[in-house]
Every structure is written in structure tokens, then in C-alpha cells.
């Protein structure tokens, strides 16, 4: 706890937890300039802390650790708003529509309203928008401070002989796993309906002289519908090509016509441009991405299984030449011979951080072995096919520094960013106006009574 246990706290939002809110006697207990932290945002947290770590102790000390990372995230974004560091919008609308997907899975506004006991779902869904943005905001403004910050081999073997002897963590057991992935084609029928709806709304914006900020508000599906599909300004090369393409063929004021990107179908209006910068609108609607042709991406798959088992092609050139797990927005694990990366950046993955049916999967498989093709979900709640090479396995134990260097590497280099993070903080609280609740004066959050 003393380390900043919760800095840069991992974004917390349970959909149970969220609706329980309400049932929490709240008040303010500390604001950040215009941001505030309510009573109910600790307790909430530490309810979701207590759930998944039973070993911490429901205490105030918990508490104290919660408040000074949520009011070293206030600091960070209100610093951000002032420095210009801004998230770029795809990336919001991409986490933003991954979130909705996972907590959606599926069901309609009126059936989630009734599951969650929510008056209004799309103030819900602003609320998740709003939660994202300050995670990304955050997670940039922490890169940006800390992206000088550099460890020598000698500063992570100082690092490694502090710990004491007894102290030594244990890592658990690790695997390391490949992947080929194939996106199965939405069936024609699906991709007709969503094209048909799309056509309709761009016929009621051209001819027929509706607004689009209006039609963006009713159709679009997207986390900018609330702003009538504003994307705000963008740089050249945040958005997917195909989106790209159509923008800068338009001039401002002009409505590009129903086109497709991975992500469905789209309507743009440019609004202006200047360079390689550009201000633009959508509406986006997106298809039922469970309506697919699974058939001919398995009938592949197991093809390629075949020839890979045949050793007429190595798995990891089979991954670089027909995975489509590539390019923005995915796991990219093609340009890497199918690899899964762990949360640390290396391919050796903590048994307990795979999901339920991976690990179940592997735990059946045999170190060299390659798994039938099996459909799964991908980063964005998509069906897709994949087929596994389970590649090796590392038992667990008591770290050793030459066995678990890039682990003891990364942990060093987290400590020293830290480091450098509250050297910064120091500075940056006296530029920031902050005011704390009485009642957690005893926290002492960065020398600030």
C-alpha cells in the first residue's frame, strides 16, 4: 500500500456495482479544479477491490489509497485539458463501442434498462463514455510524462537485490500461445438490412433536407450519437483507411454517400479541414455481427491445420500470411507468428489472466499440440474462428533475476516511472486547485491538507 498500490487504478466499472450507486448516502470528499470525487466513487471501488482480492483489508487505509489514485487521475486530466494532451476520438469510439458490446452482449435498450433497473439508458451510456475518455486521457498523460524515463541492467539488478530473500514474489505458472484468426463474412441478408436502413436515413439527410446531427441522434450507433456524430478535429492516419478515403475526397459542408469499414456502415459529413487535419461527422450503423458464414472460415482453418501438421508450412508463416487478427484495432498477433501477448508485453501469459475457455482449452492440450478450429470472441465482441498452438509451458516459481529478467526489468522501470510521476505531481498540485474533505485530512494525498 505505502507504493501507490492503486496508482493509475485499473478502470473499474461493473454494471452491478454501477446500479448499486444510488443505494450509497453520498457526499463531495474532494475536488480537482471542476472535477469532483464523491463519497460513493471510493466506496464503489472498494467494494469491486474487496470482491476481487479478498486478501485486502476492508479498512480506511484501503480507502486513502483509493482517494490519492482518483485524485492523481483529477490532477492528470485537468493538467491534460491545460497542456492540449487530447485522446484521439477513434480510440475512444473504439473502447467505447468494445465496452457497450461486453456489457450489451446482445440485447436491446429496453431490455438492458429492465435487466439494470436503469430510467435512462442513454444517460448510462454517457456516463461510460465520460469514464473512458478520463481512463485514456489518464493512461496519456502518464506516457507523456514518463516517456524519457529509461532503466539500465544495473538499476534492475540494484532493484532486484533490495528485495529481500523471503520477499521474493512467485510467479504462477505461464503459458505461451499462438493464434490464426479468420473473420467469417456477415451473411448477405444481414449486410442487405444494414445497407437498406443505412440508404433510407441518407435519403432523408439529402433529399428530403433532414439534419444530420438530428438523424445522427436517432441512428447512429456509435458513442458520438449524443453529439450528433461530432468527431471532432482528427490527424491523418487515426481513422481507418476506408474512412480516410471517403474524407478527404469531400469538401467541407459535403455528405459522402453510405460506404462500408470494418466496423459497418458509415455516413460522413465533412465539416472543415486544414493540412492533414480533419473536423467530421458520422453515422455509423453497425450489423449483428453474430449473422455469419462460419463455414467456409472452419473449412480453412482446418486446411490449414493440416498443412501446418504436414510441416508444408511453419505456423508461425501461416499466421503472417492468412491471419486476420492485423492492422488498428486488434491484437495484431499476424506480424508475430500468431503470438498472444501477455499484460506485461511478453508471450509469456500468467495462467490466470487467460479467459474461462482458453485456459480451459489449453489445459486439455499437450505443449506442441494445435487445437480443431473453435469459434470465440474477438477485442471487440465479434465471432470469429481461430485455431491455438499451444507452445510452451513455465511452471511456477520464486522469481530468479536471469530466468524472469524482462519481468524484473518491467517491474524496475514501473517503480522509476512512478518516481518520476510524483516528482511531477508535486509540481503539478500547486498549479491545480484541489480541496479535500476534513475527514481524510489523515490520508496525507500528496502532502495536501
Known amino acids: 500500500m505505502k507504493n501507490y498500490l492503486f496508482f493509475g487504478l485499473a478502470f473499474f466499472f461493473s454494471v452491478d456495482v454501477f446500479s448499486q450507486k444510488k443505494e450509497i448516502l453520498d457526499k463531495i470528499i474532494a475536488k480537482v479544479d471542476n472535477q469532483i470525487i464523491l463519497l460513493s466513487d ?15 483489508q476492508d479498512n480506511q487505509e484501503l480507502r486513502c ?15 491534460a485539458e491545460i497542456d492540449s494532451v487530447m485522446v484521439d476520438n477513434e480510440l475512444l469510439d473504439e ?25 435512462n439508458i442513454e444517460a448510462f451510456k454517457s456516463d461510460l463514455r465520460m469514464q473512458l475518455k478520463e481512463k485514456l486521457t489518464i493512461e496519456k498523460m502518464r506516457n507523456h510524462i514518463t516517456k524519457n524515463v529509461k532503466i539500465t541492467p544495473t538499476e534492475v539488478r540494484r532493484y532486484f537485490n533490495r528485495i529481500p530473500k523471503d520477499s521474493l514474489p512467485v510467479y504462477v505458472t505461464e503459458l505461451e500461445i499462438a493464434q490464426i484468426v479468420k473473420n467469417p463474412p456477415l451473411l448477405k441478408a ?14 432523408r439527410i439529402v433529399e428530403e433536407k433532414q439534419s444530420f446531427e438530428e438523424m445522427a441522434k436517432i441512428y447512429s450507433e456509435d458513442g458520438s450519437r449524443d453529439a450528433g456524430g461530432d468527431l471532432d478535429w482528427s490527424k491523418r492516419g487515426n481513422m481507418v483507411p476506408e474512412f480516410e478515403a471517403v ?21 460522413v459529413k465533412l465539416v472543415d479541414r486544414r493540412g492533414d487535419e480533419f473536423h467530421a461527422k458520422h ?7 453474430e449473422q455469419v458464414d462460419t463455414q467456409e472460415a472452419e473449412r480453412f482453418l482446418d486446411s490449414l491445420r493440416t498443412r501446418i501438421l504436414q510441416d508444408s508450412i511453419s505456423f508461425e508463416k501461416a499466421a503472417l500470411q492468412y491471419s486476420d487478427d492485423k492492422g488498428i484495432g486488434s491484437m495484431n498477433t499476424a506480424s508475430n507468428g500468431g503470438r498472444l ?24 492440450m499437450k505443449v506442441g499440440e494445435i487445437s480443431r478450429p473453435h469459434t470465440f470472441r474477438t477485442y471487440d465482441g465479434k ?11 513455465h511452471p511456477a516459481h520464486v522469481a530468479d533475476f536471469n530466468l524472469d529478467y524482462p519481468k524484473i526489468q518491467q517491474e524496475a522501470l514501473e517503480v522509476k516511472k512512478n518516481q518520476k510521476l510524483m516528482e511531477w505531481l508535486q509540481k503539478a498540485k500547486n498549479e491545480v486547485y484541489i480541496e479535500i474533505d476534513r475527514e481524510y485530512a489523515p490520508c496525507n494525498i500528496l502532502g495536501i491538507n
Not at 473502447?95 to 430510467?119: P, V
Not at 485455431?387 to 509451458?393: D, M, P, S, T, W
Open 283 to 289: 453515422i455509423l450503423m453497425m450489423p449483428d455481427w
Open 383 to 393: 465471432k470469429a474462428l481461430r485455431i491455438i498452438l499451444f507452445r510452451a509451458k
Open 95 to 119: 473502447d467505447f463501442n468494445t465496452r457497450w458490446q461486453q456489457i450489451s452482449m446482445g440485447k436491446s435498450d429496453e431490455e438492458l434498462k429492465e435487466l439494470l433497473g436503469l430510467q
Open 247 to 267: 474524407v478527404f475526397k469531400l469538401k467541407p459542408g459535403e455528405i459522402s454517400k453510405p460506404f462500408e469499414s470494418r466496423f459497418g456502415y458509415h455516413i
Open 341 to 364: 501477448m501477455a499484460s506485461d508485453g511478453s508471450y509469456r501469459i500468467p495462467f490466470n489472466q487467460l479467459d474461462s475457455f482458453l485456459s480451459d482449452l489449453v489445459d486439455n
Open 65 to 79: 489509497e483509493i482517494l490519492r489514485s482518483m485524485i492523481i487521475g483529477k490532477i492528470l486530466v485537468a493538467k
Open 42 to 56: 471510493v466506496e464503489l471501488t472498494a467494494m469491486q477491490l474487496l470482491q476481487q482480492n479478498p486478501r485486502l
Open 190 to 203: 444481414e449486410k442487405e438490412r444494414v445497407r437498406s436502413r443505412i440508404e433510407q436515413v441518407y435519403k
